[in-house]
């Protein structure tokens, strides 16, 4: 079961910029989409696409989460790799210090980086809770992630840490 990570956990944005979690969440929630360092995840670029649509001009924050490298994550993520804070985790830290055991994963945190809710795999209707649970939580209009180009509905892959 997912729980609170820590907030003293560094992560490093594909840019190269370093900071503790806290300090990440610090004027925003975290919308996390957290994907396996894998080709298939590519897939889930147009979820994300959606979700940033909708959440990009609110007080969360859209971001990508992918547990490797900066060139792996812009081989997963191509064009969109520039358009979304990218956290890369060669060490899986966060999906770690989460409990995470499956990805993809969609996790929203609060400013205070206190976990408030994990969606783990892959389905369209959990993640759209974990969606329209953000968006009541910044007073926001929820995304729709329900779409044609959407994966099929999986239990992903398990993560272990």
């Not at 990805?103 to 976990?115: E, S």
């Not at 649970?133 to 209009?141: Q, S």
Request: aromatic residues 8%; negative net charge.
């Amino acid at each position: 079961m997912a729980q609170n990570p820590d907030p003293n956990l560094t992560l490093t944005s594909l840019t190269g910029v370093s900071r503790t979690l806290d300090d990440w969440t610090t004027t925003f929630n975290l919308a996390v989409v957290m994907l396996p360092a894998r080709a298939e995840a590519s897939a889930w670029v147009p979820v994300i696409e959606r979700l940033y649509a909708t959440l990009g001009e609110s007080d969360v924050r859209t971001t990508v989460w992918i547990p490797s490298t900066p060139a792996i994550a812009r081989r997963i993520l191509g064009s969109a790799a520039d358009t979304f804070l990218t956290f890369c985790d060669p060490d899986a830290a966060l999906a770690a210090s989460l409990r995470l055991e499956r990805l993809p994963a969609f996790v929203h945190l609060r400013q205070d980086t206190t976990l408030v809710a994990a969606a783990q795999g892959w389905s369209t209707s959990e993640w759209q809770k974990v969606a329209d649970g953000v968006a009541a939580h910044v007073h926001w209009t929820s995304p729709v992630l329900a779409a044609a180009d959407n994966p099929a509905p999986s239990p992903g892959w398990e993560f272990s840490a």
